[in-house]
């Protein structure tokens, strides 16, 4: 199953907009931006997105970056573990 990774456009001034756009170029992902995600408090707060609905942070948009693809992995491995992959 391809991730689906969200980003909520009120948090582009942490840097997120560079991170979408790098996913954004490869074909295994969708990659959807919304007007809010509607987790105002994180978004203030720090980068972030949603990762098969689950949320991903980081201190910075390359450490968001990281735990996206970390993510993924994870969820590359669950599925491979299920016999879903």
Do not use: W
């Amino acid at each position: 199953m391809r991730p689906i990774i969200e980003f909520c456009t009120n948090n582009m001034h942490h840097g997120t907009a560079e991170v979408m756009k790098k996913l954004e170029q490869s074909p295994d992902y969708d990659v959807v931006e919304y007007g809010c995600l509607g987790n105002c408090g994180e978004c203030y707060l720090f980068p972030y997105a949603l990762v098969n609905g689950e949320t991903v942070a980081g201190e910075t948009a390359e450490q968001l970056m990281e735990r996206i693809m970390e993510k993924i992995k994870e969820l590359e491995e669950m599925d491979r573990v299920l016999g879903d992959g």
